[in-house]
Nanobody, 123 residues
């Protein structure tokens, strides 16, 4: 499966962006999906994940209440709505498909990755 993420860009602190990730080749159906991010000079970190049926979600503490992950099985997409952005959210954001249907928060639990989309938040 190939994943294509889009929606990144430059936004001022306090603003919003919506990232979207689409699958081609194979569907997302039956798999959990997640978003990770990697800031310059830092390791890739977990941001959010959603279970195969959308019933369960997990977020890293720093984005709780600001970010929302959602999925659309018909469109074969996973989105990340990001509100109240701050400069610490600046990073390349990656979507990923998990190896199974349950929510996972570690990168080893994901088998397919998108190419990343850059989010820059100015102060």
């Amino acid at each position: 499966v190939q994943l294509q993420a889009c929606g990144g860009g430059l936004v001022q602190a306090g603003g919003s962006l919506r990232l979207s990730c689409a699958a081609s080749g194979r569907t997302f159906n039956g798999y959990a999906l997640g978003w990770f991010r990697q800031a310059p000079g830092q390791e890739r970190e977990f941001v959010a994940a959603i279970s195969w049926n959308g019933a369960y979600t997990r977020y890293t503490d720093s984005v709780k209440g600001r970010f929302t992950i959602s999925r659309d099985s018909a469109r074969n997409t996973v989105d990340l709505q990001m509100n109240s952005l701050n400069p610490d959210d600046t990073a390349v954001y990656y979507c990923a498909r998990a190896k199974g249907g349950s929510v996972v928060t570690t990168a080893v639990g994901y088998g397919s990755w998108g190419q990343g989309t850059l989010v820059t938040v100015s102060s």
